[in-house]
């Protein structure tokens, strides 16, 4: 019954918005005006029932080369603040600062353009074989909110519409796998026309997806990325995850400094800021859409613990 309830998420949120304008315009006695605001407002804070506590899922990583983790289950979980919409082990991920022009937060109403970016066009592969349930690929990539006036609107209004519009407007353009286990992956804020695949399709582990970009509810390029036990954002629970084949670094980016190890971290991941190297898997064999397999100087390496 949860379930049901938070796949309706977006439609609750809805529903508020409009009985908050009927009783504002129209006299409703009390207390039917209190229920038709309050019932899909308490509707809207129901979510999804978080499966019983596992091992973290062991998968392929959706990057390849030189990334920095931000807003990480290795740091706090939920890692985004919320257990809304899949995302209590998500992950972001962006170019180190060394290798991206330095972030300034100045006053104009025009943003960075996203191919000024570093990341922007850096391919996202499948972290497992499986099969494509959706694609969007359609919306166009905004300019960066790298500004306090542009930052200020994406936290509000701009984010508030995202809410409205649901998985589309928050995700952007974005691929879903649901894997052979059964566990299915989002990968969001894609660049637009970039996917590779399309619904209905075989993929197989390590292949490329689409590529990097700035739709949705994004301040820059990045790759925002997800494990979840369900299909539907809205109505699935996160599950965690691990990536073979990092090579992570001791140091933290200086840009993500001010983000530490928190209480209920996963130690098996990245924590926040932390830079980490993927190279290239070795796939399993050609046509094979199993799971790939780290090249023997990658095996091992990925306990996030001892490089904090």
Same mark, same amino acid.
């Given at each position: 019954?949860?379930? +049901?309830?938070?796949?309706?998420?977006?439609?609750?949120?809805?529903?508020?918005?409009?009985? &908050?304008?009927?009783?504002?315009?129209? #006299?409703?006695?009390?207390? /039917?005006?209190?229920?038709?605001?309050?019932?899909?407002?308490?509707?809207?804070?129901? *979510?999804?029932?978080?499966?019983?506590?596992?091992?973290?899922?062991?998968?392929?990583?959706?990057?390849?080369?030189?990334?920095?983790?931000?807003?990480?289950? !290795?740091?706090?979980?939920?890692?985004?603040?919320?257990?809304?919409?899949?995302?209590?082990?998500?992950?972001?991920?962006?170019?180190?600062?060394? %290798? %991206? @022009?330095?972030?300034?937060?100045? /006053?104009?109403?025009?943003?960075?353009?996203?191919?000024?970016?570093?990341?922007?066009?850096?391919?996202?592969?499948?972290?497992?074989?499986? =099969? &494509?349930?959706?694609?969007?690929?359609?919306? *166009?990539?905004?300019?960066?909110?790298?500004?306090?006036?542009?930052?200020?609107?994406?936290?509000?209004?701009? !984010?508030? /519409?995202?809410?409205?519009?649901?998985?589309?407007?928050?995700?952007?353009?974005?691929?879903?796998?649901?894997?052979?286990? !059964?566990?299915?992956?989002?990968?969001?804020?894609?660049?637009?026309?970039?996917?590779?695949?399309?619904?209905?399709?075989?993929?197989?582990?390590?292949?490329?997806?689409?590529?990097?970009?700035? =739709?949705?509810?994004?301040?820059?390029?990045?790759?925002?990325?997800?494990?979840?036990?369900?299909?539907?954002?809205?109505? @699935?629970?996160?599950?965690?995850? =691990? /990536?073979? !084949?990092?090579?992570?670094?001791?140091?933290? #980016?200086?840009?993500?400094?001010?983000?530490?190890?928190?209480?209920? +971290?996963?130690? %098996?991941?990245?924590?926040?800021?932390? &830079?980490?190297?993927?190279?290239?898997?070795?796939?399993?064999?050609?046509? =094979?859409?199993?799971?790939?397999?780290?090249?023997? +100087?990658?095996?091992?390496?990925?306990? +996030?613990?001892?490089?904090?």
């Amino acid at each position: 019954m949860r379930s +049901a309830i938070a796949r309706g998420q977006t439609w609750w949120l809805r529903l508020f918005v409009l009985a &908050v304008v009927v009783t504002a315009v129209v #006299d409703v006695p009390f207390p /039917w005006g209190l229920l038709l605001v309050a019932v899909p407002f308490l509707l809207f804070l129901v *979510r999804p029932p978080q499966p019983p506590s596992r091992d973290p899922v062991p998968v392929l990583a959706p990057v390849r080369g030189r990334w920095v983790a931000l807003n990480s289950p !290795g740091s706090a979980v939920p890692s985004h603040g919320v257990r809304s919409m899949g995302q209590t082990y998500a992950v972001d991920l962006l170019v180190p600062s060394g %290798e %991206e @022009a330095p972030a300034r937060l100045g /006053w104009s109403l025009r943003g960075r353009r996203p191919a000024s970016y570093a990341a922007f066009g850096r391919p996202v592969h499948a972290m497992a074989g499986g =099969t &494509v349930l959706r694609v969007a690929d359609g919306q *166009r990539d905004h300019r960066a909110r790298d500004t306090w006036p542009l930052l200020i609107a994406m936290l509000t209004v701009d !984010g508030f /519409w995202r809410e409205l519009r649901g998985a589309a407007g928050l995700l952007g353009n974005h691929v879903v796998v649901e894997h052979d286990d !059964g566990t299915c992956a989002a990968y969001a804020h894609l660049r637009r026309g970039s996917a590779t695949v399309a619904a209905g399709a075989r993929v197989a582990a390590g292949q490329q997806l689409a590529e990097v970009g700035n =739709t949705g509810n994004s301040s820059e390029p990045h790759l925002h990325v997800q494990l979840m036990d369900g299909p539907r954002p809205s109505g @699935a629970a996160g599950i965690p995850m =691990t /990536w073979s !084949g990092l090579e992570l670094e001791p140091a933290l #980016d200086p840009r993500w400094t001010g983000s530490g190890v928190k209480p209920g +971290a996963q130690p %098996e991941f990245p924590v926040n800021g932390q &830079v980490f190297t993927v190279a290239e898997p070795r796939l399993a064999g050609p046509g =094979t859409d199993g799971p790939a397999q780290a090249g023997p +100087a990658q095996a091992g390496s990925t306990q +996030a613990g001892s490089a904090r």
